[in-house]
């Protein structure tokens, strides 16, 4: 399966995706990107969602 947002979104549905690519829990994805975002000065969370939601394709919208 291709890495692309998901339906099951909050804001972009980047973390949702994610999660689905990955077969884990949207929940536990969101919750480890905003830990990984509040606790590392290095990772620019805010930057890398938008990239990321810029970058990743849209659901297919014939499937729900």
Do not use: H, Q
């Not at 905003?34 to 659901?59: N, T």
Request: aromatic share 10%; hydrophobic share 50%; glycine share 10%.
């Amino acid at each position: 399966m291709p890495l692309k947002r998901s339906r099951n979104s909050i804001i972009a549905g980047v973390c949702g995706g994610i999660a689905e690519w990955l077969g884990w829990d949207p929940t536990v994805v969101r919750i480890g990107y905003v830990l990984l975002s509040i606790l590392s000065a290095a990772f620019p969370g805010i930057l890398v969602y938008i990239i990321l939601w810029v970058i990743m394709p849209a659901p297919d919208s014939n499937n729900y």
